[in-house]
């Protein structure tokens, strides 16, 4: 799942984000509703695994770039359920979770120019502490 940076490659990365957000998807989720983002809080649950520390404001940019684009689609695929046939809805699912794997390949891509520190770190709950989520349902899963 590594490559010669230590870090996971793209596709071994949404491979195992879709096993770690399915075990729990309402948690992960929570993580959005408080203004959060689930693709960084996952590679930073990753980086914890891994004993690696990164620099969240280094991240940042990517999110800004992908957000900008996912942001819009997703809340367009919501407010368009409703009205929607099964077959188109899941078009425009599929097409959201193309542009969530584009993320995560940016944030991996950003996270490859600003090399995490080979040290444990906190990653994971410094971000739920920013989004004041420190004590929330995913708690357990920081280090």
Known sequence: MRDASGLPSPLGFWHWSGKTYGA??????????????????????????????????????ALVQTEAVLAPWRTLR????????EAEYQAMLAHELELEQLQQGVLLQSLRAHPPRREPGHNLLNYLT?????TGPLRDLTC
């Open 24 to 61: 729990r998807p309402g948690d992960w989720l929570e993580v959005q509703r408080l203004g959060g983002n689930v693709n960084l809080a996952l590679l930073l649950h990753w980086l914890d695994l891994a004993s690696l520390s990164a620099d969240l404001t280094a991240l940042q940019p």
């Open 130 to 134: 920013l989004l004041g989520a420190e």
């Open 78 to 85: 919501q407010n368009a359920k409703a009205r929607l046939d």
